[in-house]
């Protein structure tokens, strides 16, 4: 599977793979017209300014036999000073298309984006996550990841849900 660092030329491909994830794993969660509304267009155009930024972040996406991109991660330091910045990471996202769900994509673009986070000199990564994402959680649970007791309320598309923060030691 193709994993490589992203292009701002790939900007509309993590677009359309950020909204359309959302849609299929958020549909219990969040509104339906909230959801329905994400444009792929606006992203398109965050995306890629987020691409050309000097201090953009690490994002790597995972192409498929047609060059399309079918899963992105991001990453960079913790962004706030809660933890040492040099050591700790915030794996920011992580999303693929619904099509490849269960088929090992996401588990290799992990495993790519911890190998790029050790070479960078991260020794420990977090993440938050919606506490109601059973599938999401099961994924970070399965690859290692646990909740650090950290749990957070955040308004998301009109809804207070809850986010859970977990974190994952880089090195054994």
């Given amino acids: 599977m193709p994993i490589r660092e992203a292009l701002p030329e790939d900007a509309a491909g993590i677009a359309a793979v950020h909204v359309l994830s959302w849609r299929a794993a958020y549909r219990d969660l969040l509104p339906g017209p909230y959801l329905d509304a994400l ?3 606006e992203r398109t155009a965050t995306w890629r300014a987020r691409l050309a930024a000097p201090d953009r972040p690490t994002v790597l996406v995972d192409t498929g036999p047609d060059g399309q991109v079918r899963a992105f991660s991001c990453f960079r330091a913790w962004p706030d000073e ?4 040099s050591t ?9 298309l619904p099509e490849v769900w269960g088929t090992g994509v996401g588990r290799s673009l992990l495993a790519a984006s911890t190998e790029v986070l050790v070479a960078t000199g991260f020794r420990t990564a977090a ?5 109601g994402n059973t599938r999401g959680r099961r994924f970070y649970e399965a690859a290692g990841w646990r909740p650090d007791g950290t749990a957070v309320r955040e308004e998301t598309g009109g809804r207070i849900l809850d986010e859970l923060r977990y974190r994952h030691a880089l090195f054994d």
Wanted: proline content about 0%; glycine content about 4%; charged content about 25%.
């Fill in 39 to 41: 444009d792929i267009g």
């Fill in 82 to 85: 809660e933890f040492d910045r």
């Fill in 88 to 96: 700790t990471a915030e794996l920011a996202a992580l999303y693929a």
């Fill in 127 to 131: 993440l938050w996550v919606f506490a």
